[in-house]
């Protein structure tokens, strides 16, 4: 039996298959498995490893990352490959490797420990823990050597023992009092009640730090955020006022023609290392994908300006393409760092998606490199803005430095030649691209990332009507149906790779999966996906619910090795999962008339409110979910077969008029009817009238008169608005 590691092509795990294998070469996870071969003796996260602490009372070291992040790889290069650091290792330590995205739990329990030890967080997370696996140290990527008062990896483990060995007291004392803290930390301060003036604090925080040049906010690094633009767009339907849309399109206009978008083969990068969206750092994730295919979806509704409907399809094609697994799943992320196509011993960041003027012209001829040059910001020298390695000298990071109507007078050609133009040589460029080697593919699959995009692919059906994008959705449901559900149980696990589902769920999971189901309901008007989407919620209630104040924990409390259940209070490049799970808490309300649901959509609510009242840019879902809260949701009911044309047409207007707050029911005399109606009574009063397809909109189940009129109901809605 084969004890390599079942990796995808990535040059630096091209492994001596004559060095000793540790014991993470029976994990699944790709960030465990590049460590598989260190000379590091790596233990995965679990008892094997804590009994062996506990017998050798030696302290623990424990290193958490993820498959694409940069700076794990480079403390992996200097300090995990080293003989001689790995042998300190060894001999002082029990050295435990997590893959953050399995097991945020163990993430944001030591996360949460460094930085009330003051440090700065981040990846790699370097902690040193007792035996008992309570923190009393920790940092984030240390240098192989000490220098510029920084501390190297191997000083710093000699201390740590010394330490130990002689003031060991002292270390548990320190360790008590550090997890003692985490968990008497309030999570939250509740409010007794909330002031919708909130919404008009959160807008106004967020245009102090709007950059009106570059769009995005404050300067340099840039991150996209979706859940901002997605309250900006709520605010600007409640309110009538332009200015938040005016800042959610410029921000998405330009990082859709930044760098921090891939111009050849779509889907955005990470984040921008600049403030003005033209250097990446280069990794793509599915949770980005996802959540910007809704902010430029939302955009395209409350515009019809096609260049966002465009946007979001060349990141779902992208997603199809290259991040979907065979049988429906998607996986995580594409890395950064790639075989330089020019030096193919050699690794660079962006390696894959880099370009030398020289190449451009060899690729294009020189009249097309010429137009294509100077609409993509090509230079001789390279174009990045920042490059503190210096590896991207004489490379060019594609970014829309000039519009194609000004870039077709400057080269005489109309703005259909130059479109049609820089299309060509977008598709000759996606070829040659293709031979490079690639980065790393994450191939393993996450519920709570699944959940994202499938809510991404559902309304894409919806806004665009494209079929294909509907089968995405569901091919994933089905997907995490089959290999991460137990139906006898009604739980999920989180991951799933190579055949293996493995890891308790967490409340993001449960939250994002329900909400992605909520959507494909309204795309599809398949009533499982309805039931299942009910059945998940009411699970993640017996499992996370807090029911001394409100709001859901992020862990069901059942593994004692995570020594502390959180609830996370940050909407960041991920929604919290407390966000997602008010949204859908008030969506199944307005289905199902659940009372229950309500009031626990606004305990939760209140449990945040002290953050909300004081920070909302802290939590714009969460503002989001509470200007859902506040409004008279649009209840959108449609009686009458599906196929019908004149349902199809009432759903045509229903999916391109953005209401943020609106519910979609279809009531199509196919069993769906009975099933919503044992769900709520209320549906077995409509019917439709004079035997056509009618439609009702209505608010708390108060309805206005039904309709079989397109034009009545498209002025309806218009009203709502």
């Known amino acids: 039996m084969s004890l390599s590691p079942t990796i995808k092509s990535h040059s630096r795990r091209h492994v001596e298959q004559t060095k000793q294998a540790n014991k993470l070469i029976h994990e699944k996870s790709p960030y465990l498995l590049q460590h598989a071969f260190n000379p590091v003796e790596w233990h995965p996260w679990g008892e094997e490893a804590f009994a062996r602490a506990r017998a050798e009372q030696n302290p623990i070291f424990l290193s958490i990352g993820y498959s694409t992040c940069h700076w794990c790889h480079v403390m992996e290069r200097e300090s995990f490959e080293d003989d001689s650091i790995a042998a300190l290792m060894n001999q002082y330590f029990v050295c435990i490797k997590v893959d ?3 097991r945020p739990d163990v993430d944001k329990v030591y996360m949460a420990a460094l930085q009330s030890m003051g440090q700065n967080g981040g990846w790699p997370m370097s902690m040193f823990l007792t035996p008992d696996l309570k923190p009393f140290y920790g940092g984030t990527y240390f240098p192989p050597r000490s220098q510029y008062g920084r501390i190297g990896f191997p000083d710093l483990l000699t201390r740590i023992h010394s330490v130990w060995d002689t003031e060991r007291e002292k270390v548990l004392q320190s360790a008590d009092k550090i997890v003692k803290e985490l968990r008497e930390t309030p999570v939250g301060t509740s409010a007794s009640s909330l002031d919708p003036a909130l919404l008009d604090t959160c807008y106004r925080q967020f245009e102090r730090s709007y950059d009106a040049q570059f769009g995005g906010f404050g300067g340099g690094p840039k991150f996209p955020r979706p859940s901002v633009f997605n309250f900006l767009l709520r605010y600007h339907a409640r309110t009538g006022n332009a200015r938040p849309l005016e800042m959610t399109t410029r921000s998405l206009q330009r990082m859709h023609a930044g760098g921090v978008y891939d111009h050849v083969g779509g889907g955005f990068h990470r984040y921008s290392v600049d403030g003005e969206w033209r250097v990446p750092h280069f990794e793509k994730m599915l949770y980005d994908q996802a959540q910007l295919v809704n902010s430029y979806l939302d955009l395209f509704q409350i515009t019809k300006d096609s260049q966002y409907a465009s946007a979001a399809k060349e990141v779902l094609e992208y997603v199809r393409r290259d991040m979907t697994h065979p049988d429906g799943g998607f996986y995580s992320a594409e890395d950064a760092d790639s075989l330089k196509p020019d030096a193919p011993d050699e690794e660079g960041e962006g390696a894959f998606y880099l370009w030398p003027k020289a190449e451009l012209f060899s690729i294009l001829g020189k009249e097309d490199a010429e ?68 980065p790393l593919l994450d191939d393993k699959v996450l519920t709570s990332w699944n959940g994202l995009m499938i809510s991404a692919f559902a309304r894409a059906n919806q806004v665009l009507r494209e079929p294909e994008f509907l089968k995405a959705a569901e091919r994933s449901a089905e997907f995490i149906l089959r290999r991460m559900f137990d139906a006898n149980t009604g739980r999920l696990t989180r ?16 939250a994002f999966l329900a909400q992605g189901l909520l959507d494909l309901y309204e795309a599809s008007f398949d009533v499982k996906w309805l039931t299942l989407a009910l059945a998940l919620t009411r699970t993640q209630i017996l499992l996370f619910w807090d029911a001394k104040s409100g709001g859901f924990f992020e862990t069901s409390g059942e593994d004692p090795s995570v020594l502390v259940r959180m609830k996370e209070q940050y909407d960041g490049a991920e929604p919290t999962g407390n966000s997602i799970a008010v949204m859908n808490l008030l969506r199944l309300a307005q289905v199902t008339d659940s009372q229950d649901f309500k009031d626990r959509a606004e305990r939760t609510l209140l449990q945040f409110g002290d953050a909300l009242q004081k ?12 200007d859902f809260s506040v409004s008279k949701p649009t209840q959108i009911i449609i009686v009458g077969p599906l196929n019908d044309p004149l349902t199809q047409a009432f759903l045509n207007v229903a999916y391109s008029t953005y209401l943020p707050n609106k519910i979609v029911v279809m009531l199509d005399g196919t069993g769906g009817p009975q099933q919503l109606a044992a769900l709520n009574p209320f549906y077995s009063s409509l019917s439709m009238v004079e035997g056509k397809p009618t439609t009702y909109i209505c608010q708390d189940y108060v309805c206005q008169l039904p309709t079989s009129d397109v034009t009545v109901m498209s002025e309806l809605l218009g009203q709502k608005r």
Request: charged share 30%.
């Open 371 to 438: 137009a294509f040059s100077y609409h993509y910001g090509v230079e001789e020298a390279g174009n990045a803005l920042v490059d503190p390695h210096h590896e991207f000298t004489g490379k060019n990071i594609l970014y829309v430095a000039h519009a194609p109507d000004e870039t077709g007078t400057l080269f005489r050609h109309s703005e259909e030649e130059m479109e049609g133009l820089l299309s060509r040589a977008r598709a000759k460029l996606f070829e040659v691209r293709s031979k490079r080697p690639r």
């Open 495 to 510: 991951r799933y790779r190579d055949g293996e589902a493995k890891h308790e769920a967490h409340l993001d999971d449960y």
């Open 615 to 626: 920070q909302p840019q802290v939590m714009p879902q969460m503002a989001a979910a509470y």
């Open 100 to 102: 953050r995205e399995e």
